[in-house]
């Protein structure tokens, strides 16, 4: 029952912004060029005190920061280790927890996901 309400509570926390329940923090990791016009960047997600640590990758113009109404690419309970972008495809890896969001194709590439 405690990880059924631990994985809602995490859910709330990576939805609940896109249908302005609360608002979320977020804290920089790294970024990471697409092609010219866009780019993914990770950050590491606050939504208080019932949360767990979540990260999230947003891609979002490169010409302008990342807000945390951008489009989310993945959204996993954890950390993500790594995203390699290549000609032809993402790959993100990531240790611990799950995956609560994630999205077959961006930018025109297929994306991969594989736990550490």
């Avoid at 950050?43 to 807000?67: F, I, K, M, N, Q």
Wanted: hydrophobic share 40%; aromatic share 6%.
């Amino acid at each position: 029952m405690r990880r059924v309400i631990a994985g809602l509570a995490l859910l709330v926390a990576a939805c609940g912004d896109e249908v302005g329940l609360f608002s979320c923090d977020g804290e920089l990791i790294s970024q990471y060029a697409l092609n010219a016009d866009r780019q993914l960047s990770v950050v590491s997600v606050d939504c208080g005190a019932t949360t767990s640590l979540a990260t999230w990758v947003l891609e979002h113009p490169a010409d302008r920061p990342y807000r945390m109404d951008d489009p989310k690419v993945v959204v996993v309970e954890g950390e993500i280790t790594s995203i390699d972008v290549s000609n032809d495809t993402i790959s993100v890896r990531y240790r611990a927890g799950r995956l609560f969001h994630e999205v077959d194709e961006v930018a025109g590439k297929p994306v991969r996901y594989e736990a550490d």
